[in-house]
């Protein structure tokens, strides 16, 4: 089963790393791996200070976030399906994934899709890792066993990154609860 277009929560088990209260949208899960980013861990640098060091005068305001510890350079954008670019990656009907060298003059001229975040760096799995990481097998513990839940605008673009965890395990809870009932 896929996960693409879901969200990845991390337990409250796992404690004292980087997966600490992360909440990973997943952008590719396939039988070669996956791929996702990190939602809510919000770097410090700017938007601007960041455009600024690649020669780009930039009044878009908000920063970076760590998209994850693979990759670091690379940027992408997670946005909304309003808006592409010439290498736009199309999740799902609601959310896309852009990478271009004109990204960071795109957004500095006003040329943004409604929802959308930066991000420097993701997330990724080997054929088959997420899978036995999410069900605890292959040398993996179901006690750090990945929740999962829908992905919405809201809980990916809205949410201030503070609550965005919390709020995720309470999404994860309610549709484990519905699907028990169904």
Not at 129 to 141: A, D, H
């Amino acid at each position: 089963m896929s996960h693409t277009g879901k969200l990845l929560i991390s337990p409250p088990s796992v404690k004292g790393n980087f997966w600490s209260k992360t909440v990973i949208f997943v952008t590719e899960d396939h039988d070669r791996g996956s791929i996702g980013l990190v939602l809510n861990k919000p770097s410090k640098m700017s938007i601007a200070e960041f455009s600024s060091q690649h020669n780009i005068e930039s009044g878009v305001e908000g920063n970076i976030y760590i998209g994850g510890p693979v990759s670091v350079n690379a940027i992408t954008m997670l946005h909304s399906s309003d808006w592409e670019c010439t290498n736009t990656m199309h999740i799902n009907q609601n959310f896309f994934l852009s990478s271009s060298p004109d990204l960071l003059q795109r957004l500095a001229d006003g040329d943004t899709p409604k929802n959308w975040r930066l991000f420097a760096g993701l997330c990724a799995w080997a054929p088959n890792q997420l899978e036995s990481e999410y069900k605890g097998v292959n040398g993996y513990s179901h006690d750090y066993s990945w929740l999962i839940a829908s992905a919405n605008y809201q809980n990916v673009f809205k949410e201030d990154p503070k609550e965005q965890w919390t709020a995720a395990i309470e999404q994860s809870g309610f549709e484990f609860a519905q699907n028990i009932l169904a």
